[in-house]
């Protein structure tokens, strides 16, 4: 078979993602195209994860991208998290893998309406709250979760969760019906209550946001649809990346692998996956500094990620494997960056990049600094290295 490199796998990943500045663009979704879809646990990642591989697009550009287009929509996708995805692919990630992923929460949300009493026929529960909650949206257009609470009651019911752990706690039934119905495919989170950092969003229903229902795919052709891009985007990747990244039980990877033509390389001791017409060498890009922020999905797109990240994971990652803000030269990882009170990016190097490597990376953090124009970022996931860089 054929051997990919480290240097292949690298030049690959700067010409793929849009870190080679030839390869940048002024387009918000084709930026995030170009990784199938963006990290939007955090807010301010869909953002910075943009401004990373674009040129001339603002903050302004963006917002306009997911809520006055709505050519980019958060949804819920592959191990449970939720993504900004172009709106072309929202079926197939839908039909590969949320709609599992909301039978399974369904099950969890009706067991817990049933422990706290709530209700004794809970998905008789689920379904009226259901119905009110369409309504209400209906006649509002958009809505924050309190003025859903507001309009139907049920959903102020408290719900006890985490019975029995340190973590339990009682939370109103709104913020779990409502997420739910969004993993259902009839709710869609759409303009953030706040500035673009606010992790909090209003909700529509998706037919009146998007114009009309989900299109219905076959689950099986999803899946195959979902490794090709995967591919397309992360090739080549082990099994375990597939694995990792999908969510996806064993079988449900390897039968969409198998659908899909493809060819087996040697990566250093593990065998790994392209596609079949995807064997031929990538030229090599200028080296390129880059600043990628929180969660970033070229960070935490692979499972296995010595390639890139070297010895730097356990000072840039956290113990559950999110990564931080990430400093990036010539396709790896160097080390990392946070923002202090003043404003100021500030950038740690975890090794001796060369002098013209480590004036790349000022220029890239000034770059940083004013496209954030005054803004001020508060990560989700800091690890302790980058906190350290703001002292």
């Not at 990373?52 to 809520?67: H, K, M």
């Not at 499972?303 to 990430?326: E, F, I, M, Q």
Request: charged share 20%.
């Amino acid at each position: 078979m054929a051997h990919l490199d480290v240097a292949e796998r690298r030049a690959r990943l700067m010409t793929r993602h849009g870190l080679a500045a030839s390869t940048r663009t002024r387009d918000p979704v084709a930026a995030a195209a170009r990784l199938i879809a963006l990290h939007a646990t955090d807010a301010p990642t869909v953002f910075l994860s943009v401004r990373a591989r674009t040129d001339g697009v603002s903050p302004r550009d963006i917002e306009r991208a997911l809520v006055e287009d709505r050519t980019l929509v958060r949804w819920v996708g592959w191990r449970r998290t939720l993504f900004a995805a172009p709106r072309e692919l929202l079926p197939v990630i839908h039909a590969s893998t949320t709609h599992t992923i909301a039978a399974r929460e369904r099950r969890s949300v009706a067991g817990l309406l049933s422990a706290s009493s709530v209700s004794s026929e809970p998905e008789r529960w689920l379904a009226e709250a259901e119905a009110a909650v369409l309504a209400a949206l209906n006649s509002r257009g958009e809505a924050t979760t309190g003025e859903l609470i507001d309009d139907v009651p049920t959903l102020a019911t408290q719900v006890r969760t985490g019975a029995g752990t340190r973590w339990e706690r009682s939370v109103r039934a709104g913020t779990l019906v409502l997420p739910l119905l969004a993993m259902c495919g009839l709710l869609v989170r759409t303009r953030p209550r706040g500035s673009w950092l606010s992790p909090q969003f209003h909700w529509a229903t998706t037919v009146n946001w998007l114009g009309g229902p989900l299109d219905h795919l076959d689950p099986a052709s999803a899946r195959a649809a979902v490794v090709d891009h995967w591919l397309r985007a992360f090739g080549p990747g082990t099994e375990a990346d597939l694995r990792w990244w999908t969510g996806w039980p064993a079988r449900d990877v390897r039968a969409a692998l198998a659908a899909v033509p493809h060819a087996e390389v040697g990566l250093d001791g593990a065998v790994g996956y392209v596609l079949a017409d995807d064997l031929d060498p990538t030229p090599v890009p200028e080296p390129a500094a880059a600043l990628l922020p929180t969660l970033d999905a070229t960070t935490m797109g692979w499972r296995d990620r010595d390639w890139y990240l070297g010895g730097h994971a356990g000072r840039l990652v956290d113990s559950a494997g999110n990564a931080g803000p990430t400093v990036w030269w010539a396709g790896r990882v160097v080390g990392g960056w946070a923002q202090r009170r003043d404003g100021e990016i500030v950038t740690g190097l975890l090794e001796d990049v060369g002098a013209a490597a480590a004036q790349a990376i000022a220029d890239e953090a000034e770059r940083v600094h004013n496209w954030l124009d005054g803004v001020r970022l508060a990560p989700g996931a800091l690890p302790p290295y980058q906190r350290s860089l703001t002292d």
